[in-house]
């Protein structure tokens, strides 16, 4: 073993867990560096705590001098929780948070200071934020942009600074981050599936989307994570042989935690409890060293900011424990992968699961009506759908031999199929006495009842119905959970939108009743988005082959997934719900598709440097040695040496083809790239996909066939073995 590797291993073997002492019982912890509605109602006059009150839950303006009296009490807060500074924190479209800090302290005169935070500090700050991404906004519009106050999303203190979420946008109000958009989508479903809910019970008055995500993640101990460029640089292993053993024995899977990475879980756990992000479950995943963490789910808005601020926290908690968290979704070749399943349902203010079958028909229609018309919403913009979840990184998983497919499909199991195919069959216009009855108590009053022992578990499906809820399973790992929401928000609004009026025109010009009405139009829902609907194994080459003769997308790649973003009907859509402009659509493709060149750019230069730099030096020390070996057995054996060195010539030559094979492909990789950059937006990001990237797996392939063949004491990169069974 080489002395790099031995050293790090070195210290893994050494790495004690950290001892986590409990700071207090879970449930009191909770939220306690929150500025939630317990510490408003302690520190806010009562005009100030209304005003916020309704900022939240209706929508409301604050007023300035308002906003002066919440500062004021917020920084006091703050101040007792050890805060020294404040930042306006924000999601840029980078994917991560962003933050800037600012001191409470100001000078005043007499050389003195004070601690001051007022309204204006509170409600907008203009970041010197030029270098953030923004797809051309700001160049074209010559405007700065500023961050705004989202009451929605309470601020809370992490270490010494009071953060207070917000949107980022530019001055000519164009959305520059993930929250604004995501904002807007809410504000759409809330409207459209309030409306469609007053059917059947008019005192709702609000309704709220609901998003419980699952984060998976792996776990390396940072000495060998830091002895991987391509791990430092890129979040994922480049090369590397895949080991004798790997997870085909299942023994990972919801195994018992080790020490050191159940430390790490306490810590991570104490530090989510205390910022009000209410983890719940946690569990070793498939992979080795691959673990998953779910919360109990909130208001969307709400949960994507916790899941935000969780990566963030986990990242700093695990260097703690000498860890480094790797989100990307497929950091290890062979190895399965990390998602982040997006549970989402709608609820309203009268404490109803929309998607949940309640006791009567008349509750179960309402279900029905939610349920099949996001199916509907989901059938009709799948490509919308894909494309909110395409990333560089994401492509490892979609539509590469990996849960799941490119191809949107919706999975809802085989008896509520058989309700839907029940309703297909209902009388067009008015329905007779005794269809209603038969209705009510035969198929839709069974529902619950199928529900309860609904065991259908498909786990191959993109988007399934789990007895109360859509689960969204193609998001990635590393990705924000705003855009797949801000999508599927937005095409279930509009959706709902297009349902309600529907049912009104059948209500007021064909004289049906509200049932009858909703009854019809579900009908011709169920049929029109029935080849979204599949049921069997969504990894199959026979489904891909299915769904293409059913004309569904199958994108595989993020250049070709992320054109469905601008069509035409995505602006309109896009626009009509009032959600993004055609300018703030156009932006964030053009964001999306540069990141993408970006990604790919920097993996293949460091895959370059890693083949030119560690494989081809050693393998040719290991080279030289057998040619030394080669020349002593000469030496002894004269003109008879080659039966002696059979194998060392073998060695000797193929070792001489791969850095052939390695160093050509490096160069013809690095000719396309001098191409590539002479390209910008779509014709970029499709010269990386499909000029550049292939030649990754070609130069992988001979690195890895030259670890297996050199000397192990030689080789300097952490090896798979070394880097997935060390905990
Ligand atoms: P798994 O998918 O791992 O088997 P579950 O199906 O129990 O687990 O999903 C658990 C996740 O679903 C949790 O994150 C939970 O918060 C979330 N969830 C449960 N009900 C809802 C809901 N009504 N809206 C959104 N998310 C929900
Ligand atoms: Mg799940």
Request: aromatic residues 8%.
């Amino acid at each position: 073993m080489s002395k790099i590797r031995f050293n790090a291993l070195k210290e893994v073997l050494n790495r004690k867990p950290l001892e986590i002492k409990a700071a207090g019982k879970r449930s009191e912890l909770f939220g306690a560096n929150v500025f939630n509605e317990y510490a408003m109602r302690q520190y806010l006059t009562k005009d100030a705590y209304r005003s916020v009150q309704d900022a939240i839950f209706k929508g409301s303006k604050i007023d300035r001098k308002i906003a002066d009296q919440v500062a004021a009490s917020m920084k006091d807060w703050a101040i007792s929780k050890g805060a020294t500074h404040y930042t306006h924190w924000f999601q840029p479209l980078t994917g991560a948070t962003a933050e800037k800090h600012d001191a409470f302290f100001e000078t005043i005169e007499g050389g003195r200071s004070v601690e001051k935070f007022d309204g204006g500090q509170l409600v907008q700050q203009e970041p010197d934020a030029s270098s953030f991404p923004n797809g051309g906004i700001r160049n074209t519009f010559e405007a700065r942009g500023y961050t705004a106050w989202d009451p929605t999303s309470a601020a809370f203190v992490y270490g010494t600074t009071l953060c207070i979420p917000t949107v980022f946008v530019a001055y000519t109000g164009e959305a520059l981050d993930n929250k604004a958009p995501l904002l807007r989508a809410l504000q759409a479903i809330d409207h459209a599936a309030t409306a469609v809910a007053k059917y059947f019970d008019k005192n709702v008055a609000k309704v709220n989307a609901t998003l419980g995500w699952e984060q998976e993640y792996f776990l390396i101990d940072s000495a060998l994570a830091a002895s991987r460029p391509d791990i430092m640089l890129t979040g994922r292993t480049l090369l590397g042989h895949s080991p004798a053993k790997g997870q085909q024995l299942d023994d990972h899977y919801f195994g018992s935690i080790p020490d050191r990475v159940m430390s790490f879980m306490r810590d991570l756990e104490q530090e989510c409890m205390l910022l009000g992000i209410p983890v719940k479950t946690r569990h070793n995943e498939v992979a080795p060293n691959q673990f998953e963490l779910a919360p109990i789910f909130e208001e969307a808005n709400l949960a994507v900011d916790h899941n935000s601020l969780l990566m963030d926290v986990m990242e700093k908690v695990s260097k703690r424990h000498n860890y480094k968290v790797l989100f990307h979704e497929k950091p290890f070749a062979g190895i399965n992968g990390s998602g982040k399943h997006n549970n989402w349902s709608l609820s309203t203010d009268t404490g109803v699961n929309l998607l949940s079958p309640g006791k009567t028909p008349m509750k179960n229609l309402q279900f029905l009506t939610f349920f099949v018309n996001t199916i509907k919403a989901v059938c009709d913009n799948e490509e919308l759908i894909r494309a909110s979840i395409a990333s560089a990184s994401n492509d490892h998983r979609l539509g590469a031999n990996e849960a799941p497919p490119a191809i949107i499909s919706v999975f809802i199991g085989s008896q509520l199929s058989s309700v839907l195919d029940e309703l297909e069959n209902v009388t067009k216009g008015k329905l007779s006495p005794e269809e209603k009855t038969d209705l009510k108590l035969n198929i839709v009053g069974k529902i619950p009842e199928i529900l309860l022992d609904n065991t259908d578990r498909n786990r191959t499906s993109p988007f399934a119905f789990t007895g109360n809820k859509f689960e969204l399973r193609a998001v990635g790992s590393w990705s924000n959970c705003a855009g797949p929401m801000t999508v599927l928000n937005t095409l279930v609004a509009k959706q709902l939108k297009e349902f309600k009026k529907e049912v009104d025109v059948l209500i007021e010009k064909k004289n049906l009743k509200k049932d009858e009405a909703v009854f019809n139009i579900l009908r011709e829902y169920i049929k029109a988005s029935k080849r979204i609907r599949f049921e069997g194994d969504g990894y199959g080459e026979a489904w891909q082959k299915e769904a293409k003769k059913r004309g569904l997308s199958n994108n595989k790649t993020t250049p070709k997934a992320l054109k469905a973003q601008v069509s035409k009907e995505a602006i309109s859509l896009f626009e009509e719900m009032d959600v993004m402009s055609k300018v703030e659509v156009e932006a964030r493709h053009e964001i999306e598709l540069d990141e993408y060149t970006l990604r790919i750019q920097i993996e293949s230069r460091t895959l370059g440097d890693i083949a030119r730099n560690h494989v081809i030096p050693t393998a040719i020390r290991y080279q030289n040695t057998l040619i030394e070996n080669v020349k002593g057995l000469k030496e002894i054996f004269g003109n008879n040496f080659e039966k002696q060195a059979t194998e060392q010539l073998d060695l000797i030559e193929k070792i001489s083809n791969h850095i052939a094979e390695i160093n050509s492909k490096v160069n013809k990789m690095i000719d396309e790239r001098k191409k590539a950059n002479k390209l910008n937006g779509q014709k970029a990001a499709d010269a990386y996909c499909t000029k550049i990237k292939p030649y990754f797996s070609d130069i992988r392939y001979h690195c890895d066939k030259l670890e297996m063949m050199i000397d192990d004491e030689l080789w300097p990169l952490i090896k798979y073995r070394e880097m997935l069974f060390s905990k």
